[in-house]
Nanobody, 121 residues
Framework: QVQLVESGGGLVQAGGSLRLSCAAS????????MGWFRQTPGKEREFVAA???????YYADSLKGRFTISTDNAKNTVYLQMNSLKPEDTAVYYC???????????????WGQGTHVTVSS
């Protein structure tokens, strides 16, 4: 069983930055790849980025360059640094974990409760 707790969401003006955190706990958490998804009402959950604890990462093409995923292995925590935020980035952001070596196939098996991000224009 994997437990994921997100934090760091909030309200930010367009052009601003936010850093989301996801504290992960599980036996052998290093066996899991980690990732972020986001969802807005009426839309399907959208992949944002994924990472292995080794640091290898993979991004959705549309977000590459503005968003950065990283880990703090000592804290079992995954971060999503979001820069140059736009109103269309407004969503609930979810942390996910999955035993999936191929990050392009990362779909999430365990989920956090989500954290709200609102970007005002």
């Amino acid at each position: 069983q994997v437990q994921l707790v997100e934090s760091g969401g909030g309200l930010v003006q367009a052009g601003g930055s936010l850093r989301l955190s996801c504290a992960a706990s599980a036996r052998s958490i290093s066996s899991y790849s980690m990732g972020w998804f986001r969802q807005t009402p009426g839309k399907e959950r959208e992949f944002v980025a994924a990472i292995r604890w080794s640091g290898y990462n993979y991004y959705a093409d549309s977000l590459k360059g503005r968003f950065t995923i990283s880990t703090d292995n000592a804290k079992n925590t995954v971060y999503l640094q979001m820069n140059s935020l736009k109103p269309e980035d407004t969503a609930v952001y979810y942390c996910a974990a999955e035993v999936q070596w191929n990050l392009e196939r990362f779909r999430g098996r365990y989920w956090g409760q989500g954290t709200h991000v609102t970007v005002s224009s």
